[in-house]
């Protein structure tokens, strides 16, 4: 083995040792979700519709930093990007805690969407630059897996812990989240580029010729049948995803769960989404090309259960029930998150895969942000618990019309698809 390829192994097993550890402390605001509806109604005096707005407005930034993401990412390289993603995530602390109202939301989620945006990008396509040998794609999902799984049991710990922050002083949990971010920036330096890119070459880009060939390559990529089944799954799954999170909160609310409780509910579903990680490979398994169909009916015919058992009947009696149905989620929600990065990036290149992400997050959040205001516009209309069950049987409508539609698209054996659903080598 030459000397260049044995530091190039070394790097990757550097990264796929990392990653784990990293992800458990970085996949998303640890102390925080938990309490975020919360923080957002009762300290920053917005409602719960205006949340759903606000999300909207969030989705849509998550749109506009698409590009500036993909290019800063492919200047910098993945290392240095991810190092700036959460140098983002700080700022994003700090405006959420020094900017009132719902302005200070938006400006925060402004920050907040560079810094994802760039993270997201980054950090898949270094893993999956560490571990693309023979065999790599099943190690990139097992180490994604075992990240994953770690975040959650943190997270459940974390997020019972939020709710009694929360009520001794309703900024301490994001105290400590900050301190989480910190920890997370600082391993992120640990890391260490696999391809290293010809700063000479990125300099000649510049955004206006980058943006230009960006769009191009999607034009390739949209092409593939294949992509466009999954881009069409993930925007319908996403919907109903981001509306019910908010009804939830606001649903349980409504029927009178104290801040504590509310607390340590969120935290007993994050553990069981951690524990439910550990299901990825037996559902896999045993459902094969049905597996995303299992996931997304599950979820749907579980929110279509919620809302019709929160408008029909009334009373502590319904709780363990809506509790169950929201478990039942969270396991689907757990497993599809690790899945998607997989299937999203499977026959893709180390060239395309960060334009890859590029187009699905731009079309997904174009589409995400319309349902995220559309869901709060309703819910400024009717009761949560109409809202709910109104989302729940729509959503559950088109995902069969989508499911029928990836049927002969996704999910087939490589020899089954065509070159252009594949084959992205000329990007």
């Given amino acids: 083995m030459s000397k260049n390829r044995r530091a190039i192994n070394e790097i990757k097993s550097n990264n796929a040792?990392?990653?784990?550890?990293?992800?458990?402390?970085?996949?998303?605001?640890?102390?925080?979700?938990?309490?975020?509806?919360?923080?957002?109604?009762?300290?920053?005096?917005?409602?719960a519709s205006e949340v759903l707005i606000i999300n909207g407005v969030y989705l849509l930034s998550r749109i506009v930093m698409q590009i500036p993401a993909v290019t800063i990412t492919d200047y910098l390289g993945r290392r240095n990007s991810i190092i700036t993603g959460n140098i983002l995530l700080i700022f994003y602390v700090f405006a959420l805690v020094f900017i009132p109202g719902a302005a200070?939301?938006?400006?925060?989620?402004?920050?907040?969407?560079?810094?994802?945006?760039?993270?997201?990008?980054?950090?898949?396509?270094?893993?999956?630059?560490?571990?693309?040998?023979?065999?790599?794609?099943?190690?990139?999902?097992?180490?994604?897996?075992?990240g994953g799984s770690w975040y959650y049991i943190l997270d459940g710990i974390a997020s019972l812990?939020?709710?009694?922050?929360?009520?001794?002083?309703?900024?301490?949990?994001?105290?400590?989240?900050?301190?989480?971010?910190?920890?997370?920036?600082?391993?992120?330096?640990?890391?260490?580029?696999?391809?290293?890119i010809d700063r000479k070459n990125r300099e000649k880009?510049?955004?206006?010729?980058?943006?230009?060939?960006?769009?191009?390559?999607?034009?390739?990529?949209?092409?593939?049948?294949?992509?466009?089944a999954f881009l069409l799954f993930g925007i319908v799954f996403y919907g109903i995803i981001d509306i019910t999170k908010i009804y939830s909160s606001d649903l349980l609310v409504t029927i009178g769960i104290p801040e504590e409780q509310f607390s340590m509910i969120f935290a007993s579903l994050i553990l069981i989404g951690g524990v439910s990680i550990s299901l990825k490979k037996t559902i896999e398994k045993k459902f094969k090309n049905n597996t995303?169909?299992?996931?997304?009916?599950?979820?749907?015919?579980?929110?279509?259960?919620?809302?019709?058992?929160?408008?029909?009947?009334?009373?502590?009696?319904?709780?363990?029930?809506?509790?169950?149905?929201?478990?039942?989620?969270?396991?689907?929600?757990?497993?599809?998150?690790?899945?998607?990065?997989?299937?999203?990036?499977?026959?893709?290149?180390?060239?395309?895969?960060?334009?890859?992400?590029?187009?699905?997050?731009?079309?997904?959040?174009?589409?995400?942000?319309?349902?995220?205001?559309?869901?709060?516009?309703?819910?400024?209309?009717?009761?949560?618990?109409?809202?709910?069950?109104?989302?729940?049987?729509?959503?559950f409508g088109i995902t069969v019309l989508t499911l029928d539609y990836m049927k002969p698209r996704f999910g087939l054996r490589p020899k089954e698809y065509s070159k252009q659903d594949i084959d992205f080598s000329d990007i």
Avoid at 21 to 36: A, N
């Fill in 104 to 146: 200070g939301i938006i400006i925060a989620d402004i920050i907040f969407s560079l810094g994802y945006d760039i993270k997201v990008i980054a950090e898949s396509s270094l893993l999956y630059d560490s571990v693309a040998t023979r065999g790599g794609e099943g190690l990139y999902s097992k180490i994604d897996a075992k």
């Fill in 292 to 395: 995303l169909a299992f996931l997304s009916l599950i979820y749907t015919g579980a929110s279509i259960t919620i809302g019709f058992i929160a408008s029909m009947f009334t009373g502590n009696g319904i709780i363990p029930i809506i509790l169950l149905m929201l478990a039942s989620r969270k396991v689907c929600t757990s497993i599809w998150y690790i899945l998607e990065a997989k299937y999203l990036k499977n026959f893709t290149t180390a060239e395309a895969r960060n334009k890859v992400t590029f187009i699905y997050e731009f079309i997904g959040g174009i589409t995400r942000c319309i349902f995220s205001i559309l869901g709060g516009l309703l819910l400024g209309v009717f009761p949560v618990q109409n809202t709910y069950l109104m989302v729940g049987l729509f959503f």
């Fill in 17 to 47: 040792r990392l990653f784990p550890i990293y992800k458990m402390f970085s996949w998303d605001l640890l102390f925080f979700y938990s309490v975020e509806f919360l923080y957002y109604t009762l300290t920053k005096k917005v409602t």
């Fill in 161 to 196: 812990s939020a709710g009694y922050l929360f009520v001794i002083n309703n900024y301490l949990p994001l105290v400590v989240c900050l301190g989480f971010i910190i920890i997370s920036t600082i391993l992120s330096f640990k890391f260490k580029e696999v391809y290293k």
């Fill in 205 to 228: 880009v510049n955004l206006k010729e980058y943006t230009k060939d960006l769009f191009k390559s999607s034009g390739i990529i949209l092409k593939s049948n294949r992509i466009r």
